[in-house]
């Protein structure tokens, strides 16, 4: 069965302070791992799809990389329109055809 | 765009009544999904369908199910709400590939089981 861990469950920064925050995963075969973001009373909204160990991508001021084990999401001087949900999910190439598992998310929030 | 449209923001419903949530997506995706989302749980998948007229159950399918008669429409319905039905609902879609870009979710309906 697919896992995925986040962490820290909430993250409380500065406007600048840089921080990461973490996705463990445990999966058969990873196809993809995705992250979204997610602002209060919406639906996530797609962020980046990362595919294999080493890979990178950027968006502004977030980062995401990837391991065979965990992925980092990393944010650099955030801003408090930064402030959201951040969730993590797999999509496993063993049965499922493009189901995702979520994780429980870490909620950011940027002060000024 | 791609756009996902949920019927209703806000519901709320008896115990027992049976409830419909619809969903729209415009962008001829083949893959939709229904989630739930609960604090300290995350999404969990309760349907999912690949095509029109197919579908299949998801980890937690207990209470609920979908209707697929149209590509670009998805409705959950639960048969006889309750109040552990309390919940907010997710929609989303994706193309076939959908491991390369992802979801697009609609924006919630915010259910209360009363």
């Known amino acids: 069965e697919d896992q995925v861990t986040q962490s820290p469950e909430a993250l409380r920064l500065q406007e600048g302070e840089s921080s990461s925050l973490n996705c463990s995963y445990t999966?058969?075969?990873?196809?993809?791992l995705f992250w979204y973001r997610q602002d209060p009373g919406k639906g996530p909204e797609f962020l980046f799809t990362l595919y294999s160990a080493g890979e990178e991508k950027e968006k502004e001021r977030l980062k995401a990389t990837l391991t065979k084990k965990e992925s980092f999401l990393h944010i650099t001087a955030p801003k408090p329109e930064d402030s959201a949900t951040y969730l993590c999910?797999?999509?496993?190439?063993?049965?499922?055809?493009?189901?995702?598992?979520f994780g429980t998310g870490t909620q950011l929030k940027v002060e000024l | 765009d791609v756009k996902v449209t949920q019927s209703s923001r806000y519901l709320v419903k008896r115990t027992g009544e049976k409830v419909f949530l619809e969903c729209v997506q415009d962008m001829d995706h083949e893959n939709m999904f229904w989630y739930r989302q609960d604090p300290g749980l995350g999404l969990r998948l309760i349907y999912f369908s690949y095509d029109v007229k197919m579908k299949e159950k998801g980890d937690i399918p207990e209470g609920y199910s979908v209707s697929r008669e149209k590509k670009e429409r998805f409705s959950l319905i639960l048969e006889s709400a309750s109040t552990n039905q309390t919940s907010m609902y997710l929609c989303?879609?994706?193309?076939?590939?959908?491991?390369?870009?992802?979801?697009?979710f609609g924006s919630g309906t915010r259910l209360t089981v009363v």
């Open positions: 999910a797999v999509n496993d190439v063993t049965g499922g055809g493009n189901k995702l598992t």
């Open positions: 989303a879609s994706s193309t076939p590939t959908g491991a390369n870009y992802g979801y697009t």
């Open positions: 999966v058969s075969g990873l196809r993809g």
